[in-house]
């Protein structure tokens, strides 16, 4: 089974999103992808597909859409409003979506970033290997009214009903950072008050980057205006040259000679990324050894904790939209009895 | 990680060293400053690694006298590539290296000055110049592709004379065209996209560095040469039209 997700109305921040395009960087492409990778695997988890599915992220505000054939979907990342031909769903899960129905996903209540995933991956035209927008870069474009997503082949395990207990990453908070190259430049007591320092995420940011205002003085650099410019990592974070930080997300720049004080770790920059504006972030400087043995740690029990985190959506006399779904694990269409194809996505898993 | 090797101390003190960035990566950094010397190591010092196909690290990129490397932190770390590039630092005298094979020079026509490039009067005053005598200047002879960049095949070029060592902007401009020829820091860049910078605009082209539905999507390549032939803003469109992606830019082999 496959099917087509036709857009009838979108935010302008909707794209479609996978893991990005690594391996660019020499031509200075940077890797792009889901702002919020963990809410890719997350979605991915749910509907038991390949992390690597390509996605609709919705950058604050979704859109209206419509099955052509039976859809299963997860919603997954910030939460937004959600309704079902009309009735209201749960985020962070898995749902039907039966041909000719209206999924309308609305403004986030947490959080920037929300995603659409279907069973099956979206199969739109990849583009060097991948198929994310990069926005930046010019490469694909957010989703225009209209536009018709084709689905690739629904995988055999995906079921709608399935709920996953997510982490909330979406109202700020502390963010580990670790040394880089340039850390070094700024004064021992600039890098305390940095540490020290109450931020909150400004009205400016995008898939680039986001920026920070705090009160008090400005973060500077010795010798910060004539700095060779070097290469540059998702989570650097960036002191332009009046003295603002900007934490960069997957679609920044690969190169800059602003002077970065330091690197958010990868596990924390769905906070930086999910940080709505007016959100409060800080910053704790952690050692390299440290942070590489929490990483590796995590690394481990990934899938594991994600199918762990996984139940079925329990019946819940405050809303219909649970009752839909109880009834659907009762066996309407139990993604078990769809297609025999091989469990892979349409993308570029093999 | 703050191990030094030094392959030749009297001469470089300090490099090249090894740094760490953020859980996955780690910088071989030749040279703090503009230096073509480090930028031709970087160059070779690239090739030399990827050659060595080390377990763990999954790409490398060259900056104006850096090498990058990006790494799996579960297969490795920076600890056994810090060892095992120290290794390969010492090997050779890589300051001493040549320009990589198969350059070739551009001829891109451009525009200086006037509303398309609104800001070569200053930056031609920051570099003590008559703008006349800036644009005799950036078109005289060939820049050198140092390293590609910050936006796909961003080509950062140069060394130009040490009186163009002007400084950023402190303030971003929210967004130059494609094809803009801005400079700072004794480099000219060509703009493949419509970006924000604090580099300031002192010419336009049609050229495109990054195409991505091409059979080569970057067609710079660092090592390479680029000749800025002065044009007419009448030229510039007229090249634009007939050119989309090159703006009457040709390359020829440099040997």
């Given at each position: 089974m496959s099917g087509t997700l036709i857009v009838r109305n979108a935010g302008p921040g909707v794209s479609v999103q996978d893991t990005g395009r690594p391996g660019w960087l020499a031509q200075g492409l940077s890797r792009g992808g889901a702002a919020d990778l963990l809410a890719l695997a997350e979605g991915a988890a749910l509907l038991r597909q390949p992390p690597d599915c390509a996605a609709l992220e919705m950058a604050g505000i979704g859109g209206t859409f419509e099955a052509e054939g039976d859809l299963i979907i997860a919603l997954t990342g910030a939460p937004m409003r959600a309704t079902l031909g009309g009735a209201p769903i749960v985020w962070n899960a898995s749902h039907a979506l039966r041909a000719g129905q209206r999924l309308v996903i609305g403004a986030a209540?947490?959080?920037v970033y929300g995603y659409l995933h279907v069973a099956g991956g979206l199969a739109t035209p990849l583009h060097m290997k991948s198929r994310a927008a990069h926005l930046t870069a010019g490469i694909g474009a957010p989703v225009a009214v209209g536009e018709r997503l084709p689905v690739g082949p629904t995988l055999k395990g995906a079921r709608p009903g399935l709920l996953l207990d997510a982490?909330?990453?979406?109202?700020g908070g502390t963010v580990r950072i670790v040394p880089s190259a340039?850390?070094?430049?700024?004064?021992p007591e600039d890098r305390e008050r940095f540490a020290a320092t109450g931020f909150v995420r400004d009205t400016r940011g995008n898939r680039q980057g986001v920026r920070l205002v705090h009160d008090g003085a400005p973060f500077a650099a010795t010798g910060q205006l004539n700095i060779l410019s070097e290469i540059i990592v998702p989570g650097d974070i960036q002191m332009t040259g009046d003295g603002t930080p900007y934490v960069l997300l997957?679609?920044?720049?690969?190169?800059?000679g602003y002077p970065r004080i330091g690197t958010v770790v990868p596990d924390d920059l769905p906070i930086v990324a999910q940080a709505a504006p007016g959100t409060r972030l800080q910053f704790r400087f952690v050692g390299l050894d440290e942070a590489l043995a929490d990483y590796r740690q995590r690394r481990k029990g990934e899938a594991a904790r994600l199918a762990a985190a996984i139940r079925p959506l329990v019946r819940d006399p405050a809303g219909m939209a649970d009752l839909l779904s109880h009834q659907l694990i009762g066996g309407v269409t139990a993604g078990n009895d769809l297609d025999e194809e091989e469990k892979t996505c349409p993308a570029r898993w093999i | 990680m703050n191990a030094a090797v030094l392959s030749d101390p009297a001469r470089?003190?300090?490099?090249?060293h090894l740094v760490s960035m953020g859980l996955s990566g780690v910088l071989v950094r030749f040279?703090?400053?503009?230096d073509d010397a480090a930028n031709r190591a970087a160059l070779a010092f690239r090739a030399a690694v990827d050659g060595?196909?080390?377990?763990?690290?999954e790409e490398s990129a060259t900056s104006l006298g850096s090498v990058f490397l990006r790494f799996d932190p579960c297969l490795t770390d920076h600890r056994v590539l810090a060892e095992r590039l120290e290794g390969l630092l010492t090997r050779?005298?890589?300051?001493a290296e040549g320009l990589p094979a198969g350059r070739r020079l551009w001829r891109i026509p451009a525009l200086f000055g006037g509303p398309e490039a609104p800001q070569l009067h200053e930056a031609a005053a920051l570099a003590g110049l008559s703008p006349d005598a800036a644009v005799a200047e950036l078109t005289a002879r060939p820049v050198r592709v140092l390293t590609i960049g910050?936006?796909?095949?961003?080509p950062y070029m140069g060394p130009l004379p040490?009186?163009?060592d002007i400084p950023r902007q402190?303030?971003?401009?929210?967004i130059l065209p494609a094809g803009a020829v801005v400079v700072a820091v004794r480099q000219v860049i060509i703009f493949p996209t419509a970006t924000p910078t604090g580099w300031r605009h002192v010419g336009q082209t049609g050229?495109?560095?990054?195409?991505?539905?091409?059979?080569?999507?970057?067609?710079l390549r660092a090592g390479d040469e680029v000749l800025f032939e002065p044009v007419s803003v009448e030229e510039l469109h007229r090249l634009r039209n007939e050119d989309?992606?090159?703006?009457g830019a040709r390359s020829e082999a440099l040997q």
């Amino acid at each position: 089974m496959s099917g087509t997700l036709i857009v009838r109305n979108a935010g302008p921040g909707v794209s479609v999103q996978d893991t990005g395009r690594p391996g660019w960087l020499a031509q200075g492409l940077s890797r792009g992808g889901a702002a919020d990778l963990l809410a890719l695997a997350e979605g991915a988890a749910l509907l038991r597909q390949p992390p690597d599915c390509a996605a609709l992220e919705m950058a604050g505000i979704g859109g209206t859409f419509e099955a052509e054939g039976d859809l299963i979907i997860a919603l997954t990342g910030a939460p937004m409003r959600a309704t079902l031909g009309g009735a209201p769903i749960v985020w962070n899960a898995s749902h039907a979506l039966r041909a000719g129905q209206r999924l309308v996903i609305g403004a986030a209540e947490a959080g920037v970033y929300g995603y659409l995933h279907v069973a099956g991956g979206l199969a739109t035209p990849l583009h060097m290997k991948s198929r994310a927008a990069h926005l930046t870069a010019g490469i694909g474009a957010p989703v225009a009214v209209g536009e018709r997503l084709p689905v690739g082949p629904t995988l055999k395990g995906a079921r709608p009903g399935l709920l996953l207990d997510a982490a909330d990453r979406f109202r700020g908070g502390t963010v580990r950072i670790v040394p880089s190259a340039q850390t070094g430049l700024f004064a021992p007591e600039d890098r305390e008050r940095f540490a020290a320092t109450g931020f909150v995420r400004d009205t400016r940011g995008n898939r680039q980057g986001v920026r920070l205002v705090h009160d008090g003085a400005p973060f500077a650099a010795t010798g910060q205006l004539n700095i060779l410019s070097e290469i540059i990592v998702p989570g650097d974070i960036q002191m332009t040259g009046d003295g603002t930080p900007y934490v960069l997300l997957p679609e920044c720049q690969t190169m800059g000679g602003y002077p970065r004080i330091g690197t958010v770790v990868p596990d924390d920059l769905p906070i930086v990324a999910q940080a709505a504006p007016g959100t409060r972030l800080q910053f704790r400087f952690v050692g390299l050894d440290e942070a590489l043995a929490d990483y590796r740690q995590r690394r481990k029990g990934e899938a594991a904790r994600l199918a762990a985190a996984i139940r079925p959506l329990v019946r819940d006399p405050a809303g219909m939209a649970d009752l839909l779904s109880h009834q659907l694990i009762g066996g309407v269409t139990a993604g078990n009895d769809l297609d025999e194809e091989e469990k892979t996505c349409p993308a570029r898993w093999i | 990680m703050n191990a030094a090797v030094l392959s030749d101390p009297a001469r470089r003190a300090g490099f090249p060293h090894l740094v760490s960035m953020g859980l996955s990566g780690v910088l071989v950094r030749f040279s703090d400053r503009m230096d073509d010397a480090a930028n031709r190591a970087a160059l070779a010092f690239r090739a030399a690694v990827d050659g060595e196909r080390w377990e763990g690290v999954e790409e490398s990129a060259t900056s104006l006298g850096s090498v990058f490397l990006r790494f799996d932190p579960c297969l490795t770390d920076h600890r056994v590539l810090a060892e095992r590039l120290e290794g390969l630092l010492t090997r050779r005298d890589w300051y001493a290296e040549g320009l990589p094979a198969g350059r070739r020079l551009w001829r891109i026509p451009a525009l200086f000055g006037g509303p398309e490039a609104p800001q070569l009067h200053e930056a031609a005053a920051l570099a003590g110049l008559s703008p006349d005598a800036a644009v005799a200047e950036l078109t005289a002879r060939p820049v050198r592709v140092l390293t590609i960049g910050f936006a796909p095949g961003l080509p950062y070029m140069g060394p130009l004379p040490a009186h163009w060592d002007i400084p950023r902007q402190t303030a971003l401009t929210p967004i130059l065209p494609a094809g803009a020829v801005v400079v700072a820091v004794r480099q000219v860049i060509i703009f493949p996209t419509a970006t924000p910078t604090g580099w300031r605009h002192v010419g336009q082209t049609g050229f495109r560095g990054f195409q991505p539905d091409a059979a080569t999507p970057f067609p710079l390549r660092a090592g390479d040469e680029v000749l800025f032939e002065p044009v007419s803003v009448e030229e510039l469109h007229r090249l634009r039209n007939e050119d989309p992606n090159g703006g009457g830019a040709r390359s020829e082999a440099l040997q």
